[in-house]
Nanobody, 127 residues
């Protein structure tokens, strides 16, 4: 099974940018649909961005749509999340997830559809 390790989180001022990385070990990423989620204290885990197993379809959560880019490097077996114009309300633990799906072209949007999760990386945005 795939193992996922996130990195790139940290403390940033409002308006700044961060790029999160999710390095996968084990099976290659073309076996999985991939997603990024986040969870703030006292809140449910929410969808941030996802990419289909084929790497050709992408979708974003509503609050991040204009400020976030998900990308996938099959050569390095890594998924990235570029976040720009960060706001204090973006503060959360960000998780990478993989779904062992047979569907090559659907972006999976919910927590329950994903099978494997990383340990998370903290993003803190100061005002």
């Amino acid at each position: 099974q795939v193992q996922l390790v996130e990195s790139g989180g940290g403390l940033v001022q409002a308006g700044g940018s961060l790029r999160l990385s999710c390095a996968a070990s084990g099976p290659t990423l073309d076996n999985y649909g991939m997603g990024w989620f986040r969870q703030a204290p006292g809140k449910e885990r929410e969808f941030v961005a996802g990419i289909s197993r084929s790497g050709t379809r992408i979708d974003y959560g509503e609050s991040e749509k204009d400020r976030t880019t998900i990308s996938e490097d099959f050569t390095n077996n890594t998924v990235y999340l570029q976040m720009n114009s960060l706001k204090p309300e973006d503060t959360a633990v960000y998780y990478c997830a993989a779904a062992a799906t047979r569907d090559w072209f659907t972006v999976l949007l919910t927590v329950r559809e994903y099978d494997y999760w990383g340990q998370g990386t903290q993003v803190t945005v100061s005002s």
